[in-house]
């Protein structure tokens, strides 16, 4: 019993400490090969535009292979295609590009969203990791494709 409550106190004193001198876990560098995402918002730099929220996200989603190609479904639709990504410094950030997207011709129940979505990928420039969220730029920024992890 005795070296149960010395065990138990030395843990203690070792989470005591590693607490009091700031030490913490490092954070996961994101990475787009292997990950998943649903898109939640088109951010339009053109006001008359706006903000377009997505009512379903899991019907459009990216999924990025760690053999540089891209999986999509663009509502009723699905897609594939290459893409090339280059990482900043900061890893956090970086450009990516998408190559010629094959997608599927269905006609999707009114209103849709799958061909504005599908060409906004083609303009695709960059990405950025914040707030647990993938964000996509377009050429002269002219909008944002905002993403959350896929389940």
């Known amino acids: 019993m005795a070296s149960i409550r010395a065990a138990a106190g030395a843990a203690g004193l070792l989470t005591a400490a590693v607490l009091l001198s700031g030490c913490q876990p490092a954070a996961a ?5 292997g990950s998943s995402w649903e898109l939640v918002q088109i951010q339009s730099m053109d006001d008359a535009q706006g903000v377009t929220t997505i009512p379903d996200p899991s019907a459009f989603t990216v999924t990025f292979g760690p053999d540089g ?5 663009l ?7 290459s893409y090339t990504a ?8 970086g450009s990516l590009s998408f ?6 011709m269905m006609l999707c129940p009114q209103p849709s969203l799958d061909s504005r ?5 083609q303009r695709v420039t960059g990405y950025l990791f914040a707030d647990g969220q993938l964000h996509l730029s377009t050429k002269l920024d002219s909008s944002v494709l905002t993403w959350r992890p896929a389940p």
């Open 29 to 33: 560098t994101p990475n787009l090969a």
């Open 69 to 73: 190609r891209a999986g999509f479904q």
């Open 75 to 81: 509502d009723c639709n699905r897609g594939n295609g």
């Open 86 to 93: 280059a990482p900043a410094d900061d890893g956090q950030s």
């Open 99 to 104: 190559g010629p997207i094959g997608v599927t």
């Open 117 to 121: 979505v599908s060409a906004e990928l």
